[in-house]
Structures are given as C-alpha cells and as structure tokens.
C-alpha cells in the first residue's frame, strides 16, 4: 500500500515537498534551523545507528550516493548544473560519512 500510494505522489513531488515542509514548520517552526549541518548531527548519528541496525553497510552508501545523483539529475534535467551536483555530493558525502561513523 505505501509503494501503490507513493506511487501517486511522484507526479507532484515537488509540491507534496513544499507541502509537507509548509506544514512541518507550522507544527515544528525549530526545524526550520535544520539546514545547519551541526544541528543535525546528533540525527544523523542516530540515523545512522538505525540503519545498521536494518543491515545497512558502510558499502551501500556510495551506490546510494550514485543513485540520489542519477534522480537528480534525471528530475532536474538542465537544473543540474555542475555547481548543484557538487554541492549535492559534498552534502551526501558528509551525512554518509557521519552516519557511517556512528
């Protein structure tokens, strides 16, 4: 059922993105801070230590990384300028490898 549903939300990700972020800062306004990676870290740690837990390995993380890229740039088309993916692979780089450490 959360694949089927999942499904019919691909097609307006984006505004189900603004509308889910829309609504978390009304409920949660302190999230809106989140965008600082050293407020997040005790998360990610945390996430981190979940996924290992569900059998996640450090060696998933890079064809992860790859396949997050890939959408990207297959979402975002001529969007996905050399700056962009860079700036998408230090963020990823630097949460893998904080959860990879935790």
Same mark, same amino acid.
Request: a neutral charge; charged letters at 20%; hydrophobic letters at 50%.
């Given at each position: ?30 999230t809106r801070t ?12 945390? &996430? /981190? ?7 996640? !390995? =450090?060696?998933?993380y890079a064809p992860?990384?790859? #396949? ?7 979402? &975002? /088309? ?7 993916? !860079? =700036? ?7 949460? #893998? ?6």
């Amino acid at each position: 059922m959360v694949q089927t549903s999942f499904n019919k939300v691909v097609p307006i990700a984006t505004t189900a993105a603004d509308l889910a972020y829309d609504r978390l800062f009304v409920i949660a306004p302190e999230t809106r801070t989140l965008h600082r990676l050293e407020a997040i870290l005790p998360a990610v740690k945390d &996430l /981190g230590r979940r996924h290992k837990g569900y059998g996640v !390995a =450090a060696e998933h993380y890079a064809p992860v990384g790859a #396949a997050l890229l890939w959408m990207l740039e297959n979402g &975002l /088309g001529t969007g996905f300028t050399p700056d962009v993916k !860079a =700036a998408w692979t230090e963020a990823y780089s630097a949460l #893998a490898g904080v959860m990879t450490a935790a």
